[in-house]
């Protein structure tokens, strides 16, 4: 096992396979690969969930074929901003199937950008799911996953009852479409990544001090306005003389400064915030940012509250209400910030690093009993490690950790026959390597020069070896082993 489950609360388990608040088998699958092909983004934060250590040093521990491919892949892949780096995976990850081949969704749909520039994942996180067995491991870690959404339940669904209450909203929006929000462990720590795909809006969080519960609000708000402005886009566009006046804002997105409809979405939503939240200075603040609409909305919708039809219904004659004039004398004098509002970010303590139990715990006693030459009980270690579980690859270790034994204890006829029996269990590479070379040198200190090299020469074939392994096979090669 990877981590200690024992630490952990139990939780309820879901009955469906999603819910509204949720963890993801592809986001999990697709992060564990790119920990291990080289993000490091924010590795060393102490806001980072201690699993995402504890799963970086397993599967640096095992050595996969299938993480040299993944490595060639993130290297071509890399990004100079870290969250654009974590945002294009997170766009993938949302966009295709689970396991076993991790084929998108909708094959005939056209890729957001992003994710189309990834072309050619899906089939190395099919080999590094298999080879990890990452279905496992995600089985393993549910209990960290259950813990996070717990906190998350609570104030998630006051915020989305808040916001379907202020809007009148019977129910969680509109036939047909979903809102769904994702807890990811394995990214790097305080990042907020939304998506709107068709009729599918997505939040995924990373781990946080403080839970980014506002902007899951505005995600879910953005989910309820945005087919408002859509169905009334020709009432908004009356009032689009007004985005000249956002053009002056240094600070201002591009998208916003030539999309009315994305900007007067965008003001409404935080005139909404700022209502809900009963501070005026939001308003003040959106607009010195260039949202420049967003003190109009503030106004129409003091006037929604006092009357009882729902924002639906409601909408078109809020829009009609906007006096451009009005507007305009308003914007006439505008003095825009220089520089956005920083939130300030909490940052937890250093959590305790995740333990390892049950089979990866007594394969590591078992290391370090024999790096401790305490023979005796490492030898005793790795035979209860085969007692402990039946998967091949921890077989493999043990049955190597018994051959390096006996090699110690001078029994290489023991020596020889464990190791071969190490290359029947799907070893790693590592082991798969190491073996073969011991192979070779037992061979070469009997004698059998020729087929020293054949064990040399298959060391070297081994995809992933290590850099020791290889500069000791091509040695072998040249010059029989010396004991020394």
């Given at each position: 096992m990877l981590v200690s489950l024992a630490a952990i609360p139990a939780m309820p388990q879901a009955a469906e396979p999603i819910g509204q608040l949720d963890a993801s088998p592809s986001i999990f699958t697709v992060?564990?690969?790119?920990?291990?092909?080289?993000?490091?983004?924010?590795?060393?934060?102490?806001?980072?969930?201690?699993?995402?250590?504890?799963?970086?040093?397993?599967?640096?521990?095992?050595?996969?074929?299938?993480?040299?491919?993944?490595?060639?892949?993130?290297?071509?892949?890399?990004?100079?901003?870290?969250?654009?780096?974590l945002s294009q995976y997170i766009s993938y990850a949302l966009l295709i199937?689970?396991?076993?081949?991790?084929?998108?969704?909708?094959?005939?749909?056209?890729?957001?950008?992003?994710?189309?520039?990834?072309?050619?994942?899906?089939?190395?996180?099919?080999?590094?799911?298999?080879?990890?067995?990452?279905?496992?491991?995600?089985?393993?870690?549910?209990?960290?996953?259950?813990?996070?959404?717990?906190?998350?339940?609570?104030?998630?669904?006051?915020?989305?009852?808040?916001?379907?209450?202020?809007?009148?909203n019977p129910t969680s929006?509109?036939?047909?479409?979903?809102?769904?929000?994702?807890?990811?462990?394995?990214?790097?720590?305080?990042?907020?990544?939304?998506?709107?795909?068709?009729?599918?809006?997505?939040?995924?969080?990373?781990?946080?001090?403080?839970?980014?519960i506002d902007d899951i609000r505005h995600a879910y708000l953005h989910y309820l306005a945005d087919p408002l402005a859509l169905k009334f886009s020709q009432d908004l566009k009356k009032k689009a003389a007004l985005i000249d006046y956002a053009q002056g804002s240094p600070i201002l997105e591009e998208q916003y400064k030539t999309d009315f409809i994305l900007l007067a979405t965008e003001c409404f939503i935080k005139a909404i915030e700022s209502r809900i939240a009963r501070k005026p200075a939001m308003v003040d603040q959106a607009l010195r940012e260039g949202f420049v609409l967003t003190p109009a909305f503030a106004d129409q919708l003091a006037i929604y509250e006092k009357?009882?039809?729902?924002?639906?219904?409601?909408?078109?004659?809020?829009?009609?209400?906007?006096?451009?004039?009005?507007?305009?004398?308003?914007?006439?004098?505008?003095?825009?910030?220089?520089?956005?509002?920083?939130?300030?970010?909490?940052?937890?303590?250093?959590?305790?690093?995740?333990?390892?139990?049950?089979?990866?715990?007594?394969?590591?006693?078992?290391?370090?009993?024999?790096?401790?030459?305490?023979?005796?009980?490492?030898?005793?270690?790795?035979?209860?490690?085969?007692?402990e579980t039946s998967e091949k690859p921890l077989h493999a270790r043990a049955y190597y950790g018994l051959a390096r034994i006996a090699v110690l204890e001078r029994d290489p006829e023991l020596g020889d026959r464990l190791f071969r029996k190490v290359l029947e269990l799907e070893p790693d590479a590592s082991t798969k390597s190491w073996s073969l070379l011991y192979l070779g040198r037992l061979a070469d200190s009997q004698g059998d020069r020729e087929h020293a090299q054949e064990h040399y020469k298959a060391a070297l074939a081994v995809e992933g070896a290590p850099d020791s392994v290889r500069q000791a096979a091509e040695k072998g090669l040249k010059e029989a082993f010396v004991k020394k």
């Open positions: 992060l564990a690969a790119v920990n291990a092909a080289g993000y490091d983004a924010e590795v060393n934060s102490a806001s980072n969930h201690p699993l995402r250590k504890a799963l970086r040093d397993h599967l640096a521990a095992k050595d996969l074929n299938s993480v040299f491919e993944l490595k060639r892949f993130f290297r071509d892949h890399r990004q100079k901003d870290p969250a654009a780096e199937n689970g396991p076993p081949d991790f084929s998108f969704r909708n094959p005939n749909l056209p890729l957001p950008p992003d994710a189309a520039s990834l072309e050619g994942l899906s089939p190395l996180l099919a080999a590094f799911y298999k080879e990890a067995n990452i279905e496992e491991l995600w089985k393993q870690v549910q209990p960290y996953f259950d813990q996070a959404i717990a906190q998350y339940h609570d104030p998630v669904t006051r915020a989305i009852l808040q916001a379907n209450a202020y809007m009148r929006g509109f036939l047909g479409r979903r809102f769904q929000i994702f807890v990811d462990l394995l990214g790097a720590p305080n990042q907020v990544q939304t998506r709107s795909y068709a009729d599918d809006y997505f939040v995924v969080v990373t781990p946080a001090g403080d839970l980014p009357q009882e039809r729902a924002m639906r219904l409601y909408f078109p004659d809020m829009v009609a209400g906007i006096d451009l004039r009005r507007e305009e004398k308003r914007l006439e004098n505008i003095e825009f910030a220089s520089e956005r509002k920083v939130r300030k970010i909490q940052v937890e303590a250093k959590p305790k690093p995740v333990e390892l139990t049950g089979a990866q715990k007594t394969l590591e006693e078992a290391e370090k009993a024999y790096s401790g030459r305490d023979l005796k009980r490492a030898k005793d270690t790795f035979f209860r490690l085969l007692k």
